[in-house]
């Protein structure tokens, strides 16, 4: 008997189908975000990254043009089970033959390359305008700002990006996630916090107001507490985006970076399925602040996959990975990651919800506990390895010589 076949067996005794699971988990597509491998830079600025983000370490062999970056995907995703979308930010377009349109002007053309990629994988893509980093961003306002060429440069920036989305969606097939973040906000208390978010209000409705299909585009809003540079108020908060969303009727996204300290994203999604089709996520990792370290296989990371089976939503929740180091091999960075938000999602398909519910639902709770502490140590990473096998890609720790290999060849010599 393999240690599959005997982890098999132990999971059917407590009601688990291993066999469906991991098919279950084989058809789960997980976004992988391209902004890991060149540390947020794009291809359409110079300037530098702001926005209250900041990406720390120097470590060598970050992607600089777009072959760079696409080559540096393929080798993450060879290492990574299951499957993949693409998410790119449009500060990844690419431009030809001396070609250059700023961020108003975008267009599909400018994203071709980006969808052949995805075509020739099978890839569907998920999309991001980039409310950072460039020189319209004034004042640290964007869809907020008072100066109204400011505001107007960013709806057209949106209402470019909304197009662009649904030509991914018809390109690929797949239906297209472009998620609204902007990081408007203040460094001291302001003296006025209604009126940044009625301008953001504003701009939001004049970008929603582009027609394009709701079965192939969904369009997400998310929030954030704070950033650097931006303590003391920030436009897009929690409170705002929740009510925009439900106001228009979009999907809320959460990234678990986003909020303060205290607060988990594993306790809202509950709450957001009860009123919404569909929900969002970016995981991520932050320490003391929305730090995007990349994810660990840690308790959130599970409570997060284990909200989304027990409740039945897989097919209602987009899971996207949101982390960018730049102080470790950037390749390394997406696959501990995405194999990390995968391994979660995988222990939630093996855990038995129903038999912990009835047991919550009878007052049981001392059993409940002791259930809860026993399963911890059932053999999850046999049938990980197996889930691993039948994707492809290696097995445990043999994916760092991969990547090892990969740095001597390729990354080195940039």
């Known amino acids: 008997m393999t240690r599959y076949e005997y982890a098999k067996d132990l999971y059917a005794k407590i009601g ?26 794009g291809f359409d600025s110079k300037e530098a990254l702001s926005g209250g983000i900041q990406t720390t370490g120097n470590y060598p062999g970050k992607a600089t043009t777009p072959d760079e970056l696409m080559a540096d995907i393929d080798k993450a995703c060879s290492l990574i089970p299951g499957k993949k979308k693409l998410n790119l930010h449009a500060s990844y377009a690419i431009f030809e033959n001396g070609e250059f349109a700023d961020r108003d002007a975008l267009e599909p053309k400018h994203f071709t390359k980006w969808v052949e990629y995805a075509k020739a994988r099978g890839m569907g893509i998920d999309f991001n305008p980039t409310y950072f980093s ?95 540079g931006l303590e003391s108020y920030t436009v897009g908060s929690a409170e705002f985006s929740l009510s925009y969303v439900n106001h228009k009727g979009i999907t809320p996204l959460m990234d678990n ?15 957001l399925l009860l009123f919404n089709e569909k929900i969002a996520l970016h995981v991520t990792r932050g320490v003391r602040w929305d730090s995007d370290h990349v994810v660990i296989f840690d308790d959130e990371t599970k409570e997060i996959a284990k909200e989304i089976v027990a409740n039945d939503a897989l097919d209602r929740v987009f899971i996207a990975t949101d982390y960018f180091d730049a102080s470790i091999n950037r390749v390394a960075a997406w696959v501990i990651g995405l194999r990390n938000v995968q391994k979660a999602m995988l222990n939630a398909l093996l855990t038995p919800h129903a038999q912990l519910r009835a047991l919550q639902d009878g007052a049981n709770t ?49």
């Open 257 to 271: 970076g986003h909020y303060h300290p205290t607060e988990v994203v594993s306790d809202k999604i509950s709450s």
């Open 134 to 228: 460039h020189p319209m961003v004034k004042d640290n306002l964007t869809l907020s700002s008072p100066d109204e060429e400011v505001r107007t440069f960013w709806v057209n920036h949106g209402k470019a990006c909304l197009k662009i989305a649904e030509y991914f969606a018809n390109e690929t097939g797949v239906p297209c996630v472009m998620n609204i973040w902007i990081p408007d906000g203040y460094k001291d208390i302001p003296a006025d916090r209604l009126s940044p978010r009625a301008r953001f209000k504003k701009s939001l409705d004049e970008i929603l107001e582009v027609p394009y299909d709701k079965s192939k585009v969904y369009i997400t809003l998310e929030s954030k507490v704070f950033g650097i």
């Open 16 to 41: 688990i189908d291993t066999e469906k699971a991991i098919e279950k988990l084989m058809e789960l597509p997980i976004s992988m975000h391209c902004w890991q491998g060149d540390d947020v830079v």
């Open 366 to 414: 001392t059993k409940l506990l002791a259930l809860q502490e026993e399963y911890k140590t059932y053999p999850f990473a046999d049938v990980w390895n197996e889930y691993c096998e039948r994707c492809g890609v290696p097995v445990q720790e043999k994916w760092i010589d991969e990547v090892e290999k990969y740095e001597t060849e390729v990354l080195s010599k940039r």
